[in-house]
């Protein structure tokens, strides 16, 4: 007695099921990779923003300040609302890949604006 299975009627049936859930798996891992890219673009933006509101509450220049702490391709708002600074920084996020459309992630920061001589600046 050898101990072999004789061939059966589930013969390649592990090649079929590895080609059907090789996909979903790329799928779900690239999904994972985004979220991840979402999450730390996003932990970038409200660094810039904070950095933007808080030089702008100085006095400085808030876009330029926000500008080089954010990351490639964002754009950094700064509003002067009374005695409040409010930066905002939006940046956008590759979905899966370069050719869908890209996700835009945003933060706001807003800091009080300081007393003192020189005029705030956006």
């Known amino acids: 007695m050898t101990g072999r299975r004789p061939a059966g009627r589930d013969r390649g049936s592990f090649t079929a099921e590895m080609a059907a859930g090789l996909p979903a798996l790329v799928l779900l891992l690239l999904a994972g990779l985004t979220a991840v890219n979402a999450?730390?673009?996003?932990?970038?933006?409200?660094?810039?923003?904070?950095?933007?509101?808080?030089?702008?509450?100085?006095g400085e220049q808030g876009s330029t300040a926000?500008?080089?702490q954010a990351p490639v391709g964002a754009e950094v708002d700064?509003?002067?609302?009374g005695e409040r600074v409010r930066a905002t920084v939006r940046a956008p996020v590759r979905a899966l890949g370069a050719n869908l459309p890209a996700v835009t992630v945003e933060a706001t920061a807003v800091a009080a604006v300081e007393p003192g001589p020189p005029e705030p600046q956006p």
């Open 39 to 58: 999450v730390s673009t996003r932990a970038a933006c409200l660094d810039a923003a904070r950095e933007a509101a808080l030089a702008a509450s100085r």
């Open 66 to 68: 926000g500008s080089r």
């Open 78 to 81: 700064v509003v002067f609302d």
